[in-house]
Every structure is written in structure tokens, then in C-alpha cells.
């Protein structure tokens, strides 16, 4: 067990099966994408980890940039207008892969698809190592994904409880709330 600010999680998925599912997840993209040299685009700061060990056993040419999706206020005060800051590769014509560490009910995935998809980019394909099939409530397709996990919230390899927990090695799963 471990506890990170208010609340204690339990081991969940160990750092081996991590490594196991992205080159499974590795396998699959290679496959899919031979003869082409895909643009990876990982959306920070959850995938940082994921992206990297993706990377690293990714056997062909390849490139990455890292996105973020910002929120500003528009020019009507209550309107929030989304934005991807970072990306520094021009994506026309080019097959696109999004690396994202968490899909729960996908809002964030389908801002970011949308937001990219006027990039011109030839082909989009979404790659997220968990998904969370109980809340997920979208249409678009994710193309890889690496493990459907039951909707309970989760910490470690790169994702944070209040930016605590993204250096773990593994995965821990919520257990209950401490008694402060
Ligand atoms: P969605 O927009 O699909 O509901 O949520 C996606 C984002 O919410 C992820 O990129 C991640 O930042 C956060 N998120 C969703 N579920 C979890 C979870 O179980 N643990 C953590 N740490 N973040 C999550
Ligand atoms: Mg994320």
C-alpha cells in the first residue's frame, strides 16, 4: 500500500505487465504502420513514461512531439476555449499516432482528435495504454489499446493523484480514504 496526500492505493499492475502490454501495444502499431514513417504524438504530462518506453522499443523510424491541451478563457468570460501548445512537427500528410496515458469517458481524446484533425494530417490513429470501457461514452474508435481496467481511479508509470505518484514504476489502484 502506499499513500499519496489523503488517500492510500493498493498495487495494481506491476511494472512486468506494464512493459508486456506496450510491446504488445508496440507489435500491433509496427504492423499496422509498415513502409510508413508515423509522427507519435504524446500528450503530457500522463504519458511522459509510457511514451517513452513505447518509443524505445518501437523497431522502425519513427518521430515524436509532445502536445498539451491548454484551456484559456475566451473572449466571453465563462467560455473555455481548448488548445493544443507544443507541437513543433508539421503533421500534413503524415500518419499521425496520439500516445495517451488514460481514456475515461473521453472528452479529452475526442478535444484532442478534433483539435489535430485540422492539421491536416492523412491518417490519425489513437494508441492509449488503459481505457475504461464503463465510462466511456464517445464514438470515435481508439484504434490501441493496451488494458481495460474497471472504472476505479489509478496512479503511477506517469499518472498523477494532485501531481503525486507519476514516478511510480507500476500501477496502484485506489483503496480508501485516510482518516485525517
Ligand atoms: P477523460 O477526458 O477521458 O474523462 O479523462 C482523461 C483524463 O483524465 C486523462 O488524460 C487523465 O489525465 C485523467 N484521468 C482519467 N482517469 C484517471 C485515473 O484513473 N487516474 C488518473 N491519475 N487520471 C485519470
Ligand atoms: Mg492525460
Do not use: W
Not at 15 to 37: C, H, P, Y
Not at 61 to 81: H, P, Q, R, W
Amino acid at each position: 500500500m502506499i499513500q499519496l496526500h489523503d488517500k492510500i492505493f493498493k498495487p495494481f499492475i506491476s511494472s512486468g505487465e506494464l512493459d508486456e502490454t506496450v510491446s504488445n501495444m508496440v507489435q500491433e502499431v509496427t504492423k499496422d504502420l509498415a513502409g510508413e514513417i508515423p509522427v507519435f504524438v504524446a500528450i503530457l504530462n500522463g504519458s511522459f513514461m509510457f511514451a517513452s518506453d513505447f518509443l524505445k522499443k518501437y523497431p522502425s523510424n519513427c518521430e515524436i512531439s509532445f502536445l498539451k491541451l491548454a484551456s484559456y478563457e475566451g473572449t466571453s468570460s465563462t467560455l473555455k476555449v481548448k488548445q493544443l501548445v507544443g507541437l513543433n512537427t508539421s503533421l500534413k500528410n503524415r500518419t499521425v499516432v496520439v500516445l495517451e496515458d488514460i481514456v475515461d469517458t473521453g472528452n479529452t481524446i475526442v478535444e484532442i482528435a478534433d483539435l489535430l484533425a485540422n492539421e491536416g494530417a492523412k491518417d490519425i490513429k489513437i494508441a492509449s495504454l488503459f481505457y475504461k470501457p464503463e465510462v466511456y461514452s464517445k464514438d470515435l474508435t481508439i484504434d490501441y489499446i493496451g488494458m481495460s481496467i474497471p472504472n476505479k481511479f489509478i496512479v503511477g508509470y506517469g499518472l498523477d493523484y494532485d501531481e503525486l505518484g507519476r514516478n511510480l514504476p507500476e500501477v496502484y489502484q485506489f483503496y480508501k480514504q485516510t482518516d485525517k
